[in-house]
T-cell receptor, first 113, second 115 residues
């Protein structure tokens, strides 16, 4: 089955800096890669996703890149703000058949003012 | 519109008691998922439903865990004879279909504490 590795486990940045979280996956059939943000005491919230037919997707300060050859994808947050502090999870799944998400173990991002 | 809701938000129970956790998915979503999140850990997949059917129950941690879904809507996760290691946040998610590539939307979770 699919295995997703996520790094780093914790990331501390100053407000205004950029943050990058990286994930690798094992199943070459995977072609859907969502990212979730989980704030304390809340359920994960989908913030951005990418499919294998594109290499990059951007939404305001958030971008995701995908390298299918190397089987890795990354989340980039620019101009970080304290409210970006949360745990971020990457995930992967195949578009074919009944395939559920496999999640990475999460990255705790702390943005200091 | 209304998102995924779960109840109760918190549950404290004594070891050995049974508990039922409820999930109400987004209206029109045929797929429903249960995950478990232990303190500081990632999401452990438990089971999914397509309609009322759960084709793969291999993710359930033990035979003390069971889940059902009726009317293609509400689902309950039941844990019998709870143990302290069952303490975790139980998350439910729903999506339009189970087929990969469908966005999953999560509820706020039920925090279960077994004393």
């Amino acid at each position: 089955g699919e295995n997703v590795e996520q790094h780093p486990s914790t990331l501390s940045v100053q407000e205004g800096d950029s943050a990058v979280i990286k994930c690798t996956y094992s199943d070459s059939a995977s072609n859907y890669f969502p990212w979730y943000k989980q704030e304390l005491g809340k359920g994960p919230q989908l913030i951005i996703d990418i499919r294998s037919n594109v290499g990059e997707k951007k939404d305001q300060r958030i971008a995701v890149t995908l390298n299918k050859t190397a089987k890795h994808f990354s989340l980039h947050i620019t101009e970080t703000q304290p409210e970006d502090s949360a745990v971020y999870f990457c995930a992967a799944t195949s578009n074919s058949g009944y395939s559920t998400l496999t999640f990475g173990k999460g990255t705790m991002l702390l943005v200091s003012p | 519109g209304a998102g995924v809701s779960q109840s109760p938000s918190n549950k404290v129970t004594e070891k050995g008691k049974d508990v039922e956790l409820r999930c109400d998915p987004i209206s029109g979503h045929t797929a429903l998922y249960w995950y478990r999140q232990s303190l500081g850990q990632g999401l452990e997949f438990l089971i999914y439903f397509q309609g009322n059917s759960a084709p793969d129950k291999s993710g359930l941690p033990s035979d003390r865990f069971s889940a059902e879904r009726t009317g293609g809507s509400v689902s309950t996760l039941t844990i019998q004879r709870t143990q302290q290691e069952d303490s975790a946040v139980y998350l439910c998610a729903s999506s339009l279909r189970v087929a990969g590539g469908n966005e999953q939307y999560f509820g706020p979770g039920t925090r279960l504490t077994v004393t």
